[in-house]
């Protein structure tokens, strides 16, 4: 039973284009959400986040919506890198939970 | 700082050994937890920790046994390594309420 789904194992852009990744989830008790990027041999580090209480989130190139009645957030990339090249996992918690649930991910890449 | 350190990068084990994954992490994080990463696959928790003494199953615990005896450790021990104990394993550490963990390198286990 998955709780959080990335529904594309994969995703090809161009460089300079829009990259924008797709992640639902179906527990309502969820109300954060971040985004984390993994390249081959390493572990995952942090790109960005979103509160429940936002709708949307910046941070440079990055930016995370978040659409609560539809249970779906996205990860829009803009412009899109070959660095970006990387899967990127969706992961959520509930309020006051010490833990996390991640999909799947999606591999990124950016082609020159 | 060095984060969250893993030892060993890369180890085979035959059906049937025993070893300890070692995580340690001197960021002063409450919180620690264990994942395993199977191929095409999301993270999955093993055990996590939210403090020392204190120690939690997450959603695979089973064939795995962990500790907390200081802040900074969180070894996994496999006692009897079978082949579905094959995959990447990743310790990561959390600040308590922060949201964001931060992931060790990964140790590659293979059991044949």
């Known amino acids: 039973d998955q709780q959080v789904k990335q529904n594309s194992p994969s995703l090809s852009v161009q460089e300079g284009r829009i990259s924008i990744l797709n992640c639902d989830y179906t527990?309502?008790?969820?109300?954060?959400f971040l985004w984390y990027k993994k390249y081959p041999a390493e572990g995952p580090t942090f790109l960005i986040s979103i509160s429940s209480i936002k709708d949307k989130n910046e941070d440079g190139r990055f930016t995370v919506f978040l659409n609560k009645s539809a249970k779906h957030l996205s990860l829009h990339i803009v412009p899109s890198q070959p660095g970006d090249s990387a899967v990127y996992f969706c992961?959520?918690?509930?309020?006051?939970?010490?833990?996390?649930?991640f999909g799947k991910g999606t591999k990124l890449t950016v082609n020159p | 700082n060095a984060g969250v350190t893993q030892t060993p990068k890369f180890r085979i084990l035959k059906i049937g050994q025993s070893m300890t994954l070692q995580c340690a992490q001197d960021?002063?994080?409450?919180?620690m937890y264990w994942y395993r990463q199977d191929p095409g696959m999301g993270l999955k928790l093993i055990y996590y920790s939210v403090g020392a003494g204190i120690t939690d199953k997450g959603e695979v615990p089973n064939g795995y046994n962990v500790s907390r005896s200081t802040t900074e450790d969180f070894p996994l021990r496999l006692e009897l390594a079978a082949p579905s104990q094959t995959s990447v394993y990743f310790c990561?550490?959390?600040?308590?309420?922060?949201?964001?963990?931060?992931f060790g390198p990964g140790t590659r286990l293979t059991v044949l």
């Open positions: 990561a550490s959390e600040l308590a309420g922060a949201n964001e963990q931060f």
């Open positions: 527990n309502s008790m969820f109300d954060y």
């Open positions: 992961a959520a918690t509930p309020g006051g939970s010490e833990k996390l649930v």
């Open positions: 960021m002063n994080h409450n919180y």
